[in-house]
């Protein structure tokens, strides 16, 4: 029987599937069902400095291919965050710790929530979160590139454990080559592909109306939409990046065969966030065994028999 264990940033995975950050990661409650699904690994909900009520709701809908959101970053602040992962860790020393992901309102907040994380005894891998499409008057920070290359340097003045960020996606081969180039000067652990795909529009034809209440409508488009973007993200950053910076691979996965595409495009770990939404944490199990039923149709023992490894037509 093949084995879907993966390693990543130096520890073992028994798979490579988590959630997406933002979904079932808000309260110490979600983020114990994520510990006790089948999932290799879990993140907490993106922190700010103190907590945040977010956005007016409606503010998360599913819609038949996917989901529109503008949540805003309603969580409950980094102290709370950490004190779950640093009583986990206590608890569980053998395990791997979970991730934390943070999103400061600026270079100084992201600067500052690094600093707490880096000054306390976390010992598991930071998510910085570079993509938010949805905080009124917040621009996605790294559709900026030049503030992107800003705050990762001053990042790794003093941050010193692992460290991945989470972009948006590009949709031009000079934004990947740019954005690659920057990303490549630092000592990054990884780079995830993609956030939502910001400032999308859903309507209710029937009420000829808008769907979410923030933004007049406007919001992070997720799930089977963004699939083929997602990919191409993956598989850009996959080919331009050092090969010491993994890549975790978020959007549209759904079945076993969705994980296989991110991982043939080159990614190591896998995020879900709308199907998690949809299905609940045993939609882990199912995707494991799905993906498993691929590796035994091919003949392949682990992933990294395939990772990275799509096919050009010649
Ligand atoms: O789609 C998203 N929604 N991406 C984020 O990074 C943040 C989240 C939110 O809280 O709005």
Redesign the pocket.
Known sequence: KPSLEVEFCGRLYENPLMNA??VCCMTTDDLDSMARSRSGAFITK?ATSTDRA??PEPRYVTVPLGSI??????NKGIEYYLNYVLDRQKRFPSENPPFMSV?GMGIDENIKLLNIIQDSEFSGITEL?L?????PGKPQVAYDFELTDRTLKSVFQFFTKPLGV?LPPFFDFAHFDDMASILNKYPLAYVNCI??VGNGLYIDVEKESVVIKPKDGF??I?GEYIKPTALANVRAFYTRLNENIKIIGTGGIRTGQDAFEHLLCGATMLQIGTELQNEGTGIFERINTELLQILEQKGYQSIEDFRGKLHSIT
């Open positions: 950050s933002g993106s977010g956005n959101n503008s949540m805003g970053l309603p999103a979160n993509s938010c499409p949805n905080v989470k956030n939502s919001g992070g997720g």
